[in-house]
């Protein structure tokens, strides 16, 4: 990459960035999965968990966002869960969001914690959490439940 890709905690000042971010990179999404979301709604979704959020930053300019958190899925196994991943339209396919997943997957190797998110089904992020190791175990209605098991991480290392 001729450019630096960095991360920040989210802070207050960030919220309007958020929520065109959110906006830009995920109304077509849930429009095509038949979700139409208000402004409140967006505003909404990115309030939950705000100060979970990192600021995805090129060449320190924030390009997009990161939430995730550590979960126990049916009250049991632990995992180091993305709730949100969203980069801004112009920055996608030019390797930014597998260089994130590599940072997810470090903390989680750290953690010893394998990643799960979900992602709508007509979201053609799909195949890049495919062809970063994640596996499909599970869908919704609207949802693909996606898992990168502990021992893919660990030979994303090796």
Sequence with gaps: MAYTISFRKVEDK???????????????HLAYSGLVMTNESHIKSVKK?????QIILRDRKPI?????????LNNTTKSLHIKQFQI????????????VLM???????????????NVLKRNPAKTLYIRNGFQIEGK?????????????IVSSFS
Excluded: H, W
């Excluded at 968990?49 to 959020?53: A, G, P, T």
């Excluded at 112009?90 to 260089?99: M, T």
């Excluded at 903390?107 to 394998?114: E, G, H």
């Design 103 to 117: 940072v997810v997957k470090k903390r989680a190797l750290l953690m010893q914690l394998p990643i799960t998110l």
């Design 88 to 99: 801004l339209p112009n920055y996608q396919n030019k390797g930014i969001g597998s260089y």
């Design 49 to 53: 968990s705000f100060y979970e959020s």
């Design 140 to 152: 919704t209605k609207l949802e693909f439940k996606m898992r990168c098991p502990l021992k893919s």
């Design 14 to 28: 960030d919220l309007d960035f958020l929520i065109k971010l959110r906006k830009i990179s995920m109304a077509k």
């Design 64 to 72: 997009g966002l990161i939430k995730m958190a550590v979960v126990a």
